[in-house]
C-alpha cells in the first residue's frame, strides 16, 4: 500500500482540468470550488449539477472530446471518466510536472483526494490510503457531527484574536499565555450561542491582562 503525504496546497487562481463530467467530476468540482481554483471541465456532455456552474462562469466547460494540449496549463489532472482508455491517455499526456489523479485507477495516482470535513478557514481530512473508502466516509460523517458549523466562525475569530494578541504583546510567556486563554472552552459556546458581545469582553479583558 502507498504511503502518501498529506499535504494541504493553495490552489487559488491556478489551474486544474478534469477530464469527464459526471458525478465523479461533479464531487471533485465540489471539494474544489472553495480552493477558488481554476477549474477546467473537458468533456462531450455535463453533469446538470455542473452546468449552472459552467453557465455562472464558476468553472470553464470545454464541450468536447479529450486532447493532449487540454492539459497545457493545469497543475492538478483529475482523469474521471467511466472510459479506460480515455483516462489512459490523460495520464500518458500529463507532463512530468503535473500531478494526475485517475479516479479509476489510483495505483496509477501522483496523488489522492481525501474525505474532507470544511468549516471556513478550518479543513478536516480523513484518509485510509485507499483501504477502506467507506471507513473514511463514515469517519467524515462523525466529524461533521463533532465539528459543527459553529467552528466556521469560532476559528476566524480565533485567527483575528491571534493577530490582536500578537500586535498587543511581544514575543514571550506573556504572549504565549494570551494565546493559551484563547482556548477557553467558553469561547466555542459563545460562538455556538450567538453571545459576540461576551465572546468580544473576554478578547478585550485577555489583551489588557485580566485574563491571564
Known amino acids: 500500500m502507498t504511503n502518501y503525504f498529506p499535504i494541504h496546497m493553495n490552489l487559488e487562481y ?3 482540468v478534469i477530464v469527464g463530467g459526471g458525478h465523479v467530476a461533479t464531487q471533485k468540482v465540489a471539494s474544489l470550488l472553495p480552493a477558488k481554483a481554476n477549474i477546467v471541465i473537458v468533456s462531450p456532455a455535463l453533469h446538470e449539477d455542473l452546468q449552472p456552474l459552467a453557465e455562472l462562469g464558476q468553472i470553464t466547460w470545454k464541450q468536447k472530446e479529450f486532447e493532449p494540449r487540454d492539459l497545457d496549463d493545469a497543475i492538478l489532472i483529475i482523469a474521471a471518466t467511466n472510459v479506460t482508455a480515455v483516462n489512459e491517455a490523460v495520464q500518458e499526456a500529463a507532463q512530468h510536472w503535473q500531478l494526475m489523479n485517475r479516479t479509476d485507477r489510483q495505483s496509477e ?3 489522492i483526494t481525501p474525505a474532507t470535513v470544511r468549516r471556513g478557514p478550518f479543513v478536516l481530512t480523513v484518509s485510509t490510503s485507499g483501504a477502506s473508502p467507506g471507513l473514511a466516509r463514515k469517519i467524515k460523517a462523525e466529524l461533521e457531527d463533532q465539528f ?3 467552528y466556521e466562525d469560532y476559528v476566524c475569530f480565533l485567527q483575528q484574536a491571534r493577530l ?5 504583546f511581544d514575543k514571550g510567556p506573556q504572549r504565549r499565555a494570551a494565546l493559551q486563554a484563547l482556548l477557553e472552552p467558553n469561547i466555542l459556546e459563545w460562538t455556538r450561542q ?14 489588557m491582562g485580566e485574563k491571564q
Not at 490582536?164 to 498587543?168: G, I, L, R, S
Open 14 to 16: 491556478k489551474t486544474v
Open 109 to 111: 495516482s501522483d496523488f
Open 148 to 150: 459543527d458549523d459553529a
Open 164 to 168: 490582536m494578541v500578537a500586535a498587543k
Open 194 to 207: 450567538g453571545e459576540m458581545d461576551r465572546r468580544e469582553a473576554y478578547l478585550q479583558q485577555l489583551l
